[in-house]
């Protein structure tokens, strides 16, 4: 296990070396970098605020993995907070999972911000696997919400368009379907149903 904590200050790539990455002391990405996070990458306890730009991309059979320690129950971590500014992040061919805080945190927060998030799976979150606030315009399309406590939250001006989304459901999410929970200013149709990542 590699552990990284502080400040990433300077653009940099990191590759998968086949071994762990502990971020359990907290990450930074600082206005102006940009940290690519390649295919393969295992980051455990990924406390992370982007206040530049995060590039997490990975693919369907190897994708980046944001995840706890032990992955054994909901909010084993905290959250990655996309802060403003920070709009060009990507978060592509990802699982997220068994993190969130029952204080009201989302597991992936986007605070004015309008980072990609696509393809992914988000799931085992302690509160919402998803939060947006300060009217933050994220792309939400093609990802795998699986067994949080609620899926996506949002709070702002108008409707948060969340299309093509997998909720763990057919009849989509609730209160109208039986997955994982959306607020009622979220768009979430259409609903579909996505092969699992790996």
Known sequence: VISVSGTVARSST???GG???DLSGGATVAPGVTLKVTEGVYLID???VVSGTLKAEGSSPDPVVF???DQK????WKNIIFEPGSGESV??????AYGGSASGSGMIEAKGSHPRITNSTIRK???YGVKVTESGSPTLERNRFRANANGL???GAGKLAAPNNDWGCATGPRPSGCGDSVTSNVDWKPAVQLPELG
């Open 14 to 16: 990191w590759n998968d």
């Open 19 to 21: 071994t762990q990455v």
């Open 46 to 48: 990924p406390k992370m």
């Open 67 to 69: 995840t706890g320690e």
């Open 73 to 76: 129950a909901p909010g084993e």
């Open 91 to 96: 978060l592509d061919h990802v699982e997220v």
């Open 125 to 127: 979150s302690e509160y």
């Open 153 to 155: 939250s949002y709070s």
